[in-house]
């Protein structure tokens, strides 16, 4: 039976899954400084257009000129994490009202609510340092991570999906690791976005036609990079940038081996279903990721392919979910 408020974060899963799309579309359409400033766009709150406030905005702004398309495509952004902001709120103050009632959760929306307002925070040093690659990187990975738990979230509330009584005392730690290593392969793809280093190699199975093409991956991975350049359109030089995508190569070869062997011993526990749609999941990440590179990164495969990333990453929690091992109630509802 479901609990109060399973509705709510069901359809804020579902906007969060949208934003983050958004904030994929943003940054691929190189709109991250579409706004100059934050949380408004030159002032206001929406992009200027009338010639009152374009002359206004160069005023101010006198060294970024409005592009109403790119202004658009972040603005579009910021509205929706806007209103992903007030569902959580309201999750916080739902969850606050019913403490200690049936079980439910007051830790996991709390949390919530702190992440999202780090993320707000995020938002704003994203354009005020200029697309500075470790926040546009810590960003990306903080909308993940808020709506991996809104999916949590919305798994508890639910109360449909139950854990295995005695799971395989293995697959637990098996899909533990499966979920640590998509993390990290997330984290590699923000980086690699954050640097535009996804055309750094253009072919299939090799990169630059050679297996181990030359690399700079003391810079490529250097995490002391100077803040104040802008970094639209990224500054390292392309060994370091091929390094980036060679590595996001070996984490995907390297997340398939052990995602493909937790489904194996999936179907091995009679868990056919979780087993299918892991390998469904995982079979269209590998094939995004394939014609991004084939067809040289296409607006809507890339989007796609960020998509494809958060839909493998539920996954995961998913199949961490039902693996869980029941434990005493005051224990279960802890979060």
């Given at each position: ?169 293995f697959l637990p730690g098996l899909a533990k690791l499966g979920l640590l290593l998509v993390i990290l392969q997330i ?149």
């Amino acid at each position: 039976m479901n609990k109060p408020g399973y509705r709510l974060a069901l359809c804020a899963t579902v906007l969060a899954f949208l934003v983050v799309l958004l904030g994929a579309y943003t940054r691929l359409t190189h709109a991250g400084l579409g706004c100059p400033d934050w949380p408004g766009c030159y002032g206001f709150l929406h992009v200027p257009h009338s010639e009152t406030q374009l002359a206004q905005a160069e005023l101010y702004f006198p060294d970024t000129p409005v592009e109403a398309d790119k202004g658009w495509n972040e603005m579009v952004h910021r509205y929706f994490a806007g209103l992903l902001g007030l569902f959580i709120l309201a999750l916080a103050l739902q969850a606050l009202y019913l403490r200690g009632r049936n079980g439910q959760p007051l830790q996991l929306p709390l949390l919530l609510l702190a992440l999202v307002i780090v993320q707000a925070a995020f938002g704003m040093w994203t354009v005020t340092l200029k697309l500075w690659p470790q926040v546009v990187t810590a960003h990306l990975l903080g909308g993940f991570a808020t709506l991996s738990l809104l999916f949590l979230l919305t798994l508890r509330l639910s109360g449909r999906v139950r854990s295995l009584k005695t799971p395989p005392p293995f697959l637990p730690g098996l899909a533990k690791l499966g979920l640590l290593l998509v993390i990290l392969q997330i984290s590699l793809g923000g980086w690699l976005s954050a640097n535009y280093a996804a055309m750094a190699c253009i072919d299939l199975p090799t990169c630059q036609g050679r297996w181990w093409p030359e690399m700079d991956i003391a810079s490529a991975f250097n995490l002391a990079q100077q803040i104040g350049p802008n970094y639209l359109g990224g500054k390292l030089d392309s060994t370091a940038r091929t390094a980036i995508h060679l590595f996001h190569r070996l984490g995907a070869l390297l997340v398939c081996l052990l995602l493909l062997l937790l489904a194996w011993q999936l179907l091995r526990a009679h868990l056919a279903r979780l087993a299918l749609w892991l390998l469904l999941v995982l079979s269209l990440q590998l094939l995004l990721g394939i014609s991004n590179v084939l067809f040289h990164l296409p607006l809507a495969v890339a989007v796609a392919h960020n998509g494809g990333g958060a839909l493998l990453l539920l996954t995961l929690v998913l199949v961490n979910y039902r693996l869980r091992r029941g434990t005493e109630p005051r224990l279960r509802y802890a979060l």
